[in-house]
């Protein structure tokens, strides 16, 4: 069992940045591949962004390229994602995901937290 936490939601500007946060519990971290999705009002949980258990394969969703950033310590066992160029249509719930493969699919990723609200202003 992994459990998780996100946390650096907030409200800000339209080309803004916010840092989000994933703390997860238990020693098997490192081997866990991470993503993040978000949710945005009456849509789908999309996929953003995953890391690899090493750091050394990341992707991202197209909208975000060369916008945000994925990375994760595990010797914290954290992962992060970090936000630039903010725009309103990032406007979303996030949620960080633990999975045994590293993918883009939702049904990939066993343990889920609760999310953390993003609101971007214009």
């Known amino acids: 069992q992994v459990h998780l936490v996100e946390s650096g939601g907030g409200l800000v500007q339209a080309g803004g940045s916010l840092r989000l946060s994933c703390a997860a519990s238990?020693?098997?971290?490192?081997?866990?591949?991470m993503g993040w999705f978000r949710q945005a009002p009456g849509k789908e949980r999309d996929f953003v962004a995953a890391i690899n258990w090493s750091g050394t394969g990341r992707t991202y969703t197209d909208s975000v390229k060369g916008r945000f950033t994925i990375s994760r310590d595990n010797a914290k066992y954290t992962v992060f994602l970090q936000m630039n160029s903010l725009k309103p249509e990032d406007t979303a719930v996030y949620y960080c995901?633990?999975?045994?493969?590293?993918?883009?699919?939702?049904?990939?990723?066993?343990?889920w937290g609760q999310g953390t609200q993003v609101t971007v202003s214009s």
């Open positions: 995901a633990a999975g045994r493969v590293y993918a883009l699919g939702r049904s990939e990723y066993d343990f």
């Open positions: 238990g020693r098997t971290f490192s081997s866990y591949a």
